[in-house]
């Protein structure tokens, strides 16, 4: 897990706060991703960031924003969320080849942030 | 549009013995699959994948899967339970024939190895 940290590791916020979750990747990979992670749910891709560029948005709500200022970093901000936001938010990074070509790339994930809206 | 289904939420199995846990997928096109563990407030780690060749496919932690295209199941496996195995794990598909599509990840399988 040390390829991926993810800071901070347990947030606690009011559905009025405003805040930032932050991923790095140490593995010199050019894809990174968000996930959600919820109780009893499958893992629900948010984002995919390849060559710092947003190529997935699965619907998700505006009050949730990410940001990839490059390959190496990844931010997810977060306002005016709501309580079933809460979840573990994962984060993850992965080698893809260019082109639009087929990848065989595995992704590789941070230990996750749990997020508790109050 | 592919998926992946874990027909089972937990298994429960005595150390020592062997343990399977299941996974089916479907896809238009070439399935590319992975098998992840993920240990208490942990992450998800990469346990293995199949992409081509030799249907067996051998991970770390001495897991190893199947492929078997028949019956669209990539199952995992492991020869002799440890209780430190005992996590949530999960099968994801890719559809390979497709450019760089996302993952598609099961529900998970909770393992838990009896001492």
């Known amino acids: 897990e040390t390829g991926v940290t993810q800071t901070p590791r347990h947030l606690v916020m009011g559905m009025t706060n405003k805040k930032s979750l932050k991923c790095e990747q140490h593995?010199?990979?050019?894809?990174m991703y968000w996930y959600k992670q919820s109780a009893k749910k499958p893992l629900e891709l948010m984002f995919v960031y390849n060559f710092k560029e947003q190529t997935e948005n699965n619907s998700v709500p505006s009050r949730f924003s990410p940001e990839c200022p490059n390959s190496s970093h990844l931010f997810l901000h977060l306002h005016t969320l709501q309580p079933e936001d809460s979840a573990l938010y994962l984060c993850?990074?992965?080698?893809?080849?260019?082109?639009?070509?087929?990848?065989?790339?595995?992704?590789?994930f941070g230990p996750g942030t749990r997020l508790t809206v109050l | 549009a592919q998926s992946v289904a874990q027909p089972e939420d937990q298994v429960n199995v005595a150390e020592g013995n062997p343990l399977t846990v299941k996974c089916t997928y479907s896809?238009?096109?070439?399935?590319?699959l992975f098998w992840y563990v993920q240990y208490p407030n942990r992450g998800l780690q990469f346990l293995l994948k199949?992409?081509?060749?030799?249907?067996l496919v051998k991970g770390s932690y001495g897991f190893e899967a199947e492929f078997n295209k028949s019956q669209t199941s990539f199952h995992l496996k492991k020869p002799s339970a440890l209780v430190s195995d005992s996590a949530l794990y999960f099968c994801?598909?890719?559809?390979?024939?497709?450019?760089?599509?996302?993952?598609?990840f099961g529900k998970g399988t909770r393992l838990s190895v009896i001492a």
């Open positions: 896809v238009s096109g070439n399935p590319y």
């Open positions: 199949y992409i081509t060749g030799d249907n």
């Open positions: 593995l010199g990979h050019n894809a």
């Open positions: 994801a598909v890719r559809d390979g024939g497709r450019g760089n599509t996302p993952l598609v």
């Open positions: 993850a990074s992965s080698q893809v080849t260019s082109g639009g070509t087929t990848s065989t790339d595995t992704q590789y």
